[in-house]
């Protein structure tokens, strides 16, 4: 069992950056998966960003590379997710995921989801 706890959401102006923070608990965290989904309201939610358990392999939605870093640290069952230049079209709940998959970081194999932390770019 894998619980999942976002911090680092808020407002922010367009251009700005954030730091979200995602805690993991429970021994096996190095062996999963990690990543980041967002969902904007109306709107279903979406890929963000993937890292792979030693952290050498990255992934990104298009909307969000050469802006966005993901990184873990397994020592402290932690992943993060670096926003820059962030725009108003990142306004959306993110949420931390853990899957023990690998073949593909697809919502429909998360085994794990934390409770979503808000980001809201204003323009």
């Known amino acids: 069992q894998v619980q999942l706890v976002e911090s680092g959401g808020g407002l922010v102006q367009a251009g700005g950056s954030l730091k979200l923070s995602c805690a993991a608990s429970g021994r096996t965290f190095r062996s999963y998966v990690m990543g980041w989904f967002r969902q904007a309201p109306g709107k279903e939610r979406e890929f963000v960003a993937s890292?792979?358990?030693?952290?050498?392999?990255?992934d990104y939605a298009d909307s969000v590379k050469g802006r966005f870093t993901i990184s873990r640290d397994n020592a402290k069952n932690a992943v993060y997710l670096q926003m820059n230049s962030l725009k108003p079209e990142d306004t959306a709940v993110y949420y931390c995921?853990?899957?023990?998959?690998?073949?593909?970081?697809?919502?429909?194999?998360?085994?794990?989801w934390g409770q979503g932390t808000q980001v809201t770019v204003s323009s």
């Open positions: 995921a853990a899957t023990s998959t690998r073949v593909g970081f697809l919502s429909s194999v998360i085994d794990y």
């Open positions: 890292i792979n358990w030693s952290g050498s392999t990255t």
